[in-house]
């Protein structure tokens, strides 16, 4: 094997790991101070004002165009889960309402009216 003092990749390795820990040092050092958190506080504001105000001008641009937003959609997906939600319930008292009455859930027979329109006779007469 090769000598470790004289291997070029190890040389590199202690290297990066020593420029590591100068990193964490001074980003360490950076993080502590009041300073840095006013900036970090003032960015994260900014950025927040930023999307709220994107969101606005998105909103204006959408009604111009004569489309739904985002929370329009949303509240038609509401309101249709709740349309849904409200027919399975129906769909359910109706099954209860018919099993109790006897009707049969399987045939739509049950459902029909009687035939009272008889087919023609063979010979062609209709009576």
């Known amino acids: 094997m090769t000598d470790k003092s004289n ?3 190890a040389v590199w390795q202690k ?14 050092q ?7 958190s006013q900036a970090v506080n003032r960015a994260g ?13 998105m909103e204006k641009y959408l009604v111009s165009m004569n489309l739904p937003s985002r929370d329009q959609v949303t509240g038609l997906a509401e309101r249709l889960q709740s349309i849904e939600g409200q027919i399975g319930e129906i769909k359910s008292m109706l099954s209860q309402m ?3 009455s006897g ?6 027979t049950a ?13 062609g007469e209709q009576t």
């Open 7 to 9: 291997d070029p990749i």
């Open 15 to 28: 290297m990066v790991g020593e420029m590591e820990k100068g990193f964490n040092s001074f980003a360490n």
């Open 30 to 36: 950076a993080m502590s101070s009041p300073e840095f």
């Open 45 to 57: 504001g900014v950025a927040a004002g930023a999307q709220k105000q994107l969101g606005d001008l």
């Open 98 to 100: 018919a099993a109790s």
């Open 103 to 108: 009707i049969s859930q399987g045939s739509d």
């Open 111 to 123: 459902l029909r009216r009687p035939r009272t329109k008889r087919p023609p006779s063979e010979g």
